[in-house]
C-alpha cells in the first residue's frame, strides 16, 4: 500500500536570498522552491519577505522582495508572474506576462516563473511525467469546495502521469471551522473532527491538505506521485500563517522550467 511521499524542506540561498527547494520535481523538468519569511525589507508585522501586495504593507517593500525572488529564481521581474488570488477556480493559461485574476496558473513557456502566494491555505505544484506543461494552484477551503484542483488538472490529458506537491498550510490542529465549512467536507473520511465548542456553536477542525489530498485520489492521481510538505504553517515561525497573526505577509511558492544545469544538479 503505498503513501504519499514527505518532503523535507531544507533551507538553501540562491543569489543571497533563503529558499526551500521542491527538489524531487527537478526530475520532472520543473525548477521550484518556497520562499519563508527571512531575506526582505518589509517591516513588522510583515517582516520580511511579505510579497503581499494586499495584505496592507508598503507597496514599494513588496516590489524589492518580489525583485528578489525574480533573482533567486533567475529571471527578470517582468517574467515572474503572480495573479489576484480570489479564493476560486478559476484557471489561467499563461503564455506571456499579463495580468490574471484566479487561483490557478498554468504554462508550459520556458522563460516564465509562476508565483502562487499562501499563507494557510496550500500552495500546489503540478509537474507531467511526459510534458514540459506544469501548474500552481492556491487552494484555501472555498478553492477546495469549488474544484480549483479538479478544474487545473483537467487541462492534463492523464492525471495517471501527474506528480503533485503539496506545500506547507495549516494543520486540522491549528484550524478550527463552523457548520457552514465543515459541511463541504463532511463526507471525507478524516477531514472534519469535531472540537470543542466556546459557545451553543459546533465546532471542527479541519484538515486542508487532507481534502486536497482525497480530491487527488479521486481524479486520478497515484497516491504514490502526491508529495506532502513535512512543514506547516502553524505559528507561523517560518511561513507565514493568517490564522497565527493578522495582519501578516504572504510568502510564495515559486515554480520555473529546468534548465539543464539545475536538472543536473548543478549549482548556478
Do not use: K
Request: with cysteine; glycine share 8%; aromatic share 8%.
Amino acid at each position: 500500500m503505498f503513501d504519499v511521499l514527505r518532503v523535507s524542506l531544507v533551507q538553501q540561498f540562491r543569489h543571497g536570498l533563503p529558499v526551500y527547494p521542491i527538489e524531487p520535481f527537478l526530475a520532472f523538468g520543473v525548477d521550484a522552491f518556497l520562499t519563508g519569511r527571512p531575506g526582505g525589507v518589509s517591516l513588522a508585522p510583515y517582516a520580511e519577505l511579505n510579497l503581499g501586495l494586499h495584505v496592507g504593507d508598503e507597496a514599494a517593500r513588496v516590489e524589492e522582495n518580489r525583485r528578489r525572488v525574480a533573482l533567486a529564481a533567475d529571471v527578470a521581474i517582468t517574467e515572474l508572474v503572480f495573479t489576484q488570488q480570489v479564493h476560486g477556480a478559476d484557471v489561467n493559461l499563461v503564455t506571456s506576462p499579463s495580468t490574471f485574476i484566479g487561483d490557478a496558473l498554468i504554462t508550459r513557456t520556458d522563460d516564465l516563473a509562476l508565483a502562487v502566494l499562501a499563507a494557510d491555505c496550500i500552495p500546489l505544484l503540478v509537474a507531467d511525467s511526459f510534458s514540459n506543461q506544469f501548474a500552481l494552484i492556491h487552494a484555501g477551503w472555498r478553492g477546495l469546495a469549488a474544484g480549483v484542483i479538479a478544474r487545473t488538472l483537467s487541462h492534463f490529458p492523464d492525471p495517471t502521469t501527474l506528480h503533485v506537491f503539496l506545500g506547507p498550510s495549516i494543520s486540522a490542529a491549528a484550524y478550527q471551522v463552523g457548520a457552514e465549512v465543515a459541511t463541504h467536507f463532511a463526507s471525507i473520511p478524516g477531514a472534519v473532527v469535531d472540537d470543542v465548542s466556546p459557545d451553543d456553536q459546533p465546532r471542527f477542525r479541519l484538515d486542508v491538505a487532507g481534502v486536497a489530498r482525497d480530491q487527488l485520489r479521486h481524479i486520478g492521481v497515484p497516491v504514490a506521485q502526491t508529495y506532502l510538505s513535512d512543514t506547516t504553517t502553524d505559528g507561523g515561525a517560518t511561513f507565514f500563517s493568517d490564522r497565527a497573526q493578522r495582519p501578516t505577509g504572504r510568502f510564495a511558492l515559486v515554480a520555473r522550467r529546468a534548465s539543464y544545469d539545475y536538472a543536473m544538479g548543478v549549482e548556478q
